[in-house]
């Protein structure tokens, strides 16, 4: 499988690494996977349903993305809908078939329900992830070297943040919704440490996309070879 690593417009520096680690508390608005979104005391948040088959969406998993000049403190909420998986184009970043909320992550959180509890909606397992600032900036290198020293566990590295994307097709930079410029890529994720809980991208791997417009908005698109 090849990539290319391609840095798009608004990309940050210091390639980090996300190593798999204990979970924290769910009730923290800090990076996980699994378990069950962490959302704002205040105010609403409704679970998000795919747009093709009507269904709950499957909670992926949470991103804390730093403050920046431009922006506050984010969580970025990810879902795919797994009901029918591969009918719904749950690969694409605008057919409705994931969604990426962008929550304030400076409030009191709770947990967020599913209309329904289900392996459709939760998934069996909650990873933490340790960040790791890799002294390449190339994801691929930096994902061998660090697996290279760490007895071949490449499972347990499960994205990186902050890099440019490796691409494993060609760059697939999304617009904004709100104000059509291109959006700015946060993290790269790989499907899991565990074969039995693994989120499903085909093999491949997700991208994650905010926007630092007055509109925050989040988009997910997957790719495999």
């Known amino acids: 499988m090849s990539a290319r690593s391609v840095r798009p417009t608004g990309a940050r520096s210091a390639m980090k690494l996300l190593i798999n680690d204990s979970p924290p508390s769910e009730h923290e608005p800090l990076t996980r996977f699994g378990g069950f979104p962490a959302v704002p ?16 969406m ?10 920046s000049s431009e922006t506050a403190e984010r969580l970025l909420l990810i879902f795919m809908c797994q009901n029918e998986p591969g009918m ?19 409030q009191s959180m709770k947990l967020l329900q599913p209309p329904v509890i289900s392996p459709a909606t939760i998934r069996g397992a909650v990873n933490g992830a340790l960040f ?15 697996a290279n020293a760490h007895d071949n566990r490449r499972r347990e590295v499960l994205g990186q943040v902050s890099g440019p994307p490796s691409w494993i097709q060609a760059g697939e930079v999304p617009a904004c919704n709100a104000c059509s410029t291109p959006m700015r890529f946060v993290a790269q994720l790989e499907e899991g440490p565990g074969h039995e809980t693994a989120m499903n991208f085909g ?11 007055d509109s925050p908005t989040g988009k ?6």
């Open 41 to 56: 005391d205040k105010g609403s948040v409704e679970w998000p349903g795919c747009r093709a088959c009507n269904g709950p």
């Open 58 to 67: 499957q909670f992926l998993g949470q991103l804390r993305v730093p403050a």
């Open 88 to 106: 719904c184009d749950e690969w694409e970043a605008d057919n409705g078939g994931n969604s990426v909320l962008v929550i304030d992550a400076s």
């Open 132 to 146: 790791v600032e890799s002294e390449v900036d190339d994801y691929d290198l930096a994902r061998e070297e660090w």
């Open 203 to 213: 093999g491949g791997c997700a991208y994650v996309f905010d926007c630092s417009c």
């Open 220 to 225: 997910l698109l997957w790719q495999c070879g």
